[in-house]
């Protein structure tokens, strides 16, 4: 399309210094050659047209008829990201609050994504991963009704508060759960790190974001796309070689550093530069070894092995020792209160 509007119509100076034939004959051309380019831009448009409304008509099939705001009200904006809005309000019916992911169909980089927003989150369902209620069109833009997780972002917690191991066990045990279920269902999360990954008032820990997903099968075993986070990514996936649902334990890796460093390794660093240093060099070490326990210390070095073949399953990690350390999500709690005091 983007060929067709750029090149494909008659150049219209190629009469300018024209030397022949009569003026009359000239604004003649001219006005033939403004028309043929004009239609050339109006079918350039109709195009684009047609693929919109394609597109817009596919993402129908899948998502509820009807208009939330029917339903819903009181929206206040919380978020906002590469791909939307997330905003809070509340439902008339049930007066429960939810959050409303809001995304515009023309401002996406790689559309075909959204279905990932709708189709995984309604038809894979978890205690550990983000519970969806409905998904409509409204007008341009996809919403994503789905549960309030008042707990925010673990994000919140690794840079302004200091987890201890047995908050890091609950969280790792609690997303290897998640992973566990949807690798065995042939999805791979693709985007693991801890802006995905959020908390219920009472220290529930959920797996969110979903955009980046992939499904995989004995037809298609392996992707190959390149898709994530710079610094959670996995060196196969930035080699661009053929990858599984290991590339989520290679980030779940990176996210436990998160945990206990504050940050992902090379996070001073440009993307390009962090990538090219995942790629090339072993695998990160945390900064702060000397805080942690040798448990700790093995079962991250389970995750981040640069072989995938080699790299433990989220099913194994499971059985890890490490993780027996895990407690109830009630732990959690205090690490919010705390993160929420210092975000003020």
Same mark, same amino acid.
């Given at each position: 399309m983007?060929?067709?509007?750029r090149?494909?119509?008659?150049?219209?100076n190629q009469?300018?210094n024209?030397?022949?034939?009569?003026?009359?004959?000239s604004?003649?051309?001219?006005?033939?050659?403004?028309s043929?380019?004009?239609?050339i831009?109006?079918?350039?448009h109709d195009?684009?047209?047609?693929?919109?409304e394609?597109?817009?008509?596919?993402?129908?099939?899948?998502?509820?008829?009807?208009d939330?705001?029917?339903?819903l009200?009181?929206f206040m904006?919380?978020?906002?990201?590469s791909?939307?809005?997330?905003?809070?309000a509340?439902?008339?019916?049930?007066?429960?609050?939810?959050?409303?992911?809001?995304?515009?169909l023309?401002?996406?980089?790689?559309?075909?994504?959204?279905?990932?927003?709708?189709?995984?989150?309604r038809?894979?369902?978890?205690?550990?991963?983000?519970?969806?209620?409905?998904?409509?069109?409204?007008?341009?833009e996809?919403?994503?009704?789905?549960?309030?997780?008042?707990?925010?972002?673990?994000?919140d917690?690794?840079?302004?508060?200091?987890?201890?191991?047995e908050q890091?066990?609950?969280?790792?045990?609690?997303?290897?759960?998640?992973?566990?279920?949807?690798?065995?269902?042939?999805?791979?999360?693709?985007?693991?790190?801890?802006d995905?990954? @959020?908390?219920?008032a009472?220290? !529930?820990v959920?797996?969110? +974001?979903?955009?980046?997903? $992939?499904?995989?099968? /004995?037809? &298609?075993?392996?992707?190959?796309?390149?898709?994530?986070?710079?610094?959670?990514?996995?060196p196969?996936?930035?080699?661009r070689?053929?990858?599984?649902?290991?590339?989520?334990?290679?980030s779940?890796?990176?996210?436990?550093?998160?945990?206990?460093?504050?940050?992902?390794p090379?996070?001073?660093?440009p993307?390009?530069?962090a990538m090219?240093?995942?790629?090339?060099?072993a695998?990160?070490?945390?900064?702060?070894?000397?805080?942690?326990?040798?448990? @700790?210390?093995?079962?991250?070095? !389970?995750?981040?092995?640069? +072989?995938?073949?080699?790299? $433990?399953?989220?099913a /194994?990690? &499971?059985q890890?020792?490490?993780?027996?350390?895990?407690?109830?999500?009630?732990?959690?709690?205090?690490?919010?209160?705390?993160?929420?005091?210092?975000?003020?």
């Amino acid at each position: 399309m983007g060929q067709l509007g750029r090149g494909g119509g008659p150049d219209q100076n190629q009469n300018i210094n024209k030397p022949n034939g009569t003026q009359q004959q000239s604004q003649g051309m001219q006005q033939q050659q403004q028309s043929n380019t004009n239609s050339i831009k109006q079918q350039h448009h109709d195009q684009q047209r047609i693929s919109h409304e394609q597109f817009r008509a596919a993402l129908q099939l899948v998502v509820s008829p009807g208009d939330p705001r029917d339903r819903l009200e009181q929206f206040m904006k919380i978020g906002e990201g590469s791909t939307g809005t997330v905003c809070i309000a509340t439902d008339k019916v049930t007066g429960r609050k939810v959050a409303v992911k809001k995304m515009d169909l023309r401002k996406q980089q790689r559309r075909e994504l959204l279905f990932n927003e709708v189709v995984i989150m309604r038809d894979y369902h978890h205690p550990n991963i983000v519970e969806m209620y409905e998904s409509y069109l409204v007008g341009d833009e996809l919403w994503v009704v789905m549960e309030y997780l008042e707990g925010g972002a673990l994000t919140d917690i690794v840079t302004h508060a200091r987890m201890d191991e047995e908050q890091i066990a609950t969280v790792c045990k609690q997303c290897l759960k998640a992973l566990a279920y949807l690798h065995s269902q042939g999805v791979i999360h693709r985007d693991i790190k801890s802006d995905s990954i @959020l908390l219920a008032a009472d220290g !529930r820990v959920k797996l969110s +974001d979903f955009g980046f997903c $992939a499904q995989v099968s /004995e037809e &298609l075993p392996k992707r190959k796309s390149l898709v994530g986070t710079p610094y959670w990514m996995s060196p196969e996936v930035i080699s661009r070689l053929l990858y599984g649902p290991e590339v989520d334990i290679w980030s779940l890796g990176i996210m436990v550093i998160e945990m206990v460093d504050g940050e992902p390794p090379f996070f001073n660093e440009p993307p390009l530069q962090a990538m090219r240093k995942i790629r090339d060099m072993a695998p990160p070490k945390l900064k702060n070894t000397h805080k942690v326990s040798g448990r @700790l210390q093995g079962f991250l070095e !389970r995750l981040l092995v640069r +072989d995938p073949a080699q790299r $433990a399953t989220a099913a /194994e990690l &499971l059985q890890h020792p490490f993780l027996r350390q895990a407690g109830p999500p009630s732990l959690l709690v205090p690490l919010m209160r705390a993160a929420s005091h210092t975000s003020c």
